[in-house]
């Protein structure tokens, strides 16, 4: 199946071989669309959305990782207890891993036919995720009225999962401190948590920033000028 996907992921490529190729990974969006100059509008939006969406994925991943890890140490709390804790524990440890073998899989196709789709390469881990606004951005005048009201929808979302992320921060901070002194904390469960924030919270801000985009687009100002004067 994966070879299907990868066969039809590089007719996409061939589609848009027109597109310059770029072997450096850009370090934001809006080089990122630098790199695109020559795209048309729809193709850079969806790159662009494609962009955002490897950043929640590699976050993922990361969470994902941690997952099995913490499986694993289940799996080793379990030996103590016996042969019911075990089959509970390894049925578990499968699982995560299955779960985990499908993100992995599926990274791989969005990294893929975003290059497909951009021309643009990407051989570096996109964990570290695009800056949030500083400050609630303003509609231009003879902006779309849809485009307003998504605007302040994603603001709204952005700041939830933005003071989500935040608490998970402080929550684990604390644990750490904690396990430090006692080693009676959870402290696995206080970093998959914080990393599930962060991926709520990257999946918000690449709304965000994609709203700015077709914003930018629709009243006639340029995309990259738009996502650094975020």
């Not at 941690?66 to 049925?91: D, H, I, L, S």
């Not at 599926?106 to 800056?131: Q, T, W």
Request: proline share 5%; with cysteine.
């Amino acid at each position: 199946m994966m070879k299907s996907i990868k066969l039809a992921l590089i007719g996409i490529a061939l589609t848009f071989s027109s597109l310059p190729a770029h072997a450096e990974t850009p370090q934001t969006d809006a080089a990122f669309v630098e790199m695109m100059k020559d795209a048309p509008a729809e193709k850079v939006l969806e790159a662009l959305d494609l962009y955002y969406q490897l950043h929640v994925s590699e976050l993922n991943l990361q969470y994902m990782n941690e997952r099995r890890t913490g499986a694993f140490f289940a799996m080793r709390r379990a030996q103590q207890k016996g042969a019911g804790a075990v089959a509970k524990a390894e049925k578990h440890q499968k699982a995560v891993v299955a779960k985990r073998e499908q993100v992995v899989e599926d990274n791989k196709s969005l990294r893929l036919k975003l290059e497909a789709v951009s021309g643009v390469e990407f051989l570096d881990d996109l964990v570290m995720i695009p800056d949030a606004p500083l400050a609630k951005p303003q509609a231009p005048v003879g902006a779309p009225a849809d485009l307003i009201k998504a605007q302040a929808a994603s603001w709204d979302a952005l700041q939830a999962a933005q003071t989500k992320w935040q608490d998970e921060r402080l929550i684990l901070l604390d644990a750490q401190q904690r396990y430090d002194e006692t080693r009676d904390v959870p402290i696995g469960d206080h970093l998959r948590a914080m990393t599930a924030a962060e991926m709520a919270y990257a999946k918000a801000v690449g709304e965000c920033r994609l709203i700015e985009a077709k914003i930018a687009i629709a009243t006639g100002k340029p995309i990259p000028s738009a996502l650094s004067g975020l």
